[in-house]
């Protein structure tokens, strides 16, 4: 089943990924991966039976999912507040003082 990339956060601390993805006639779903540059929003993949493909540079490859789960705003929204990068940015800048997972920023803010 195809789905598209609504919104991915990703944690500095884990180098993990949630990602949440939509089909217009099924439920949406969060999905927990390994993080991966090449899901980014719009991007279509194909989610069945817990497994998720995408098409990277003409190939088909497979997402590493920790654990999916239905979509829920609340959820989400704490996701957003205590997990991932966005908490970090602070005027344009990222202002994580640890050891970040990335070493090349997903969002270019270093």
Do not use: D
């Not at 899901?39 to 997402?63: A, D, H, M, P, T």
């Amino acid at each position: 089943m195809f789905y598209t990339v609504t919104e991915t956060l990703v944690s500095p601390e884990t180098h993990m990924s949630f990602t949440f993805i939509s089909h217009p006639k099924k439920e949406a779903m969060i999905v927990w991966h390994v993080y991966n540059r090449n899901i980014v929003k719009n991007k279509k993949i194909i989610y069945k039976s817990g497994r998720v493909w995408f098409r990277e540079n003409q190939i088909i490859k497979s997402l590493s999912l920790i654990k999916e789960q239905q979509f829920s705003m609340p959820f989400w929204k704490m996701l957003v507040t205590h997990t991932g990068c966005e908490k970090y940015i602070v005027n344009g800048a990222c202002s994580y003082v640890h050891a970040c997972t990335f070493a090349v920023c997903p969002y270019r803010y270093r």
